[in-house]
């Protein structure tokens, strides 16, 4: 299964066209959150990405609730939105977790989840399933451009704990496109340019 992952396209219609180009090769595609702006436009790359017709895995970003998420992704029926949940596509199992973990500063707007909140969900995944985050783990991918570490350590405990085999977040631009290799994880930084992953089915 090739996976075609991106993260924080906030709107970017330019962005979201070359993603359907780059979906001609994907069997499924996964969205890490922040599709809008601030509670706004969340279906504006939505209606876009749809004309893929690709089976797609959805979290909310902190631009976005899981409800808005839910109605905007109307437009796109293949698609499934994740938010403390997980879901079976071809035999490979994922999990999503949307939101900014910890609760970021940007106030009343964002879609934030305290660390304790964001723990509650996490077991609810499981095992051997692929972990969509819209925040990346503490210390993993998570550094912004001035340098700070701004992941959660929730989500740093359950890849610890669970070892998914691919662990797919955004949130922290300045680590977008990035990935490494944590424990028994791959970890992605997808970003909105989009980052390929082929998927086996002994990996996952």
Not at 137 to 155: N, T, Y
């Amino acid at each position: 299964m090739k996976l075609l992952a991106f993260s924080d396209l906030h709107a970017d219609r330019a962005a979201a066209r070359r993603l359907v180009e780059l979906a001609e090769s994907a069997d499924v595609l996964i969205g890490a959150g922040d599709f809008g702006n601030a509670r706004r436009d969340v279906d504006v790359c939505l209606r876009i990405l749809a004309e893929t017709r690709k089976p797609a895995i959805l979290v909310p970003g902190n631009s976005e609730s899981d409800d808005e998420l839910r109605v905007a992704a109307e437009v796109w029926p293949e698609a499934r939105v994740l938010h403390g949940s997980a879901t079976t596509i071809d035999g490979f199992t994922f999990f999503g977790l949307g939101g900014g973990v910890p609760v970021t500063p940007f106030g009343a707007w964002s879609f934030d989840l305290t660390e304790a909140a964001a723990a509650e969900l996490l077991e609810r995944m499981p095992s051997g399933s692929v972990l969509v985050s819209h925040s990346p783990p503490k210390g993993l991918l998570d550094r912004d451009s001035r340098g700070r570490s701004l992941g959660s350590e929730a989500i740093r405990s359950a890849v610890e704990k669970l070892r998914p085999p691919l662990v797919v977040c955004g949130h922290i631009h300045a680590s977008g496109g990035q990935k490494l290799r944590w424990l028994d994880s791959e970890i992605l930084n997808a970003g909105p340019k989009g980052v390929f992953y082929v998927a086996q089915a002994s990996s996952l």
